[in-house]
């Protein structure tokens, strides 16, 4: 399988990553130690408020796409990292056993003026469960290296 | 200590969370976890990188982030969570041995239509590191209960 390059990027074209579960103990386990909230850790406690119920830290959400993402798309590709994210919606709680995936989305792409060597690639990325429901909805600026001269696409 | 309800905030309050270090083997095991780049798992591999040296994964500084705003404020706080983030930008990397502060300012505040027991309290996080630094900047609305009737401020 050829590496991606920026130049490999089409504006409109959708590419999925995953699926991965994520359990109860992952959520919770990354809840005691990043977000120790009571809807993030007890199912008991968790019932009492707006979420009704287990359902892992957003910020835990938003590493599994991370990780969705790296494995699907950025380490087969000369993926040069992001400087940020432009907005993330934590649409649907996400729960344990739940399947997620991530649907990634090209809005735009442009060369880099500073950087001559690179581009950057506009994506939403949404993460979905297993019902088709968008749980994460967010948007980022990927930076990716063009193709080497020589090198075949 | 009394707690923190959607009435206690105050728009241009600045609260400061914090602080914590930020260690080699932490950033290398989130990132073998949830993000699993060069430059966040090797100091040799992220020296080729744009970040020049080993740095921890942006989603790692946010669930940084997150846990020293819950240790700082959510969880002596009336807060029922947060519907997403405006915007993060990872503005300089975090570094092993960084030693980590969250600078809390609140932008405005404004009671719920749907549900009269709370209130949306939009605050400014920026992360900073032992130099002063701003490391992460970012924006978000947190929804915090009212305080129940009867209850002295």
Known sequence: MSRI????????????????????????????????????????????????????????????????????????????GSPGVEEVKWVKPVRPGDVLTVRLTVLEKRESKSRPEMGLVRQRAEMLNQRGEVVLDSTYPGMFGKRPAGERP
């Not at 999925?16 to 008991?44: K, N, Y």
Request: proline share 4%.
């Open 5 to 80: 390059y920026y130049e490999d990027f089409v504006v409109g074209a959708v590419r999925t990553c995953g699926p991965r579960v994520v359990t109860r103990e992952e959520i919770i386990a990354f809840a005691t130690e990043f977000d120790p909230q009571p809807m993030h850790l007890d199912e008991e406690a968790a019932q009492k408020t707006m979420l009704k119920g287990l359902s892992a830290s957003g910020w835990h959400s938003c590493a599994l796409m991370m990780r969705l993402i790296a494995d699907g798309l950025a380490l087969n590709s000369s993926s040069m």
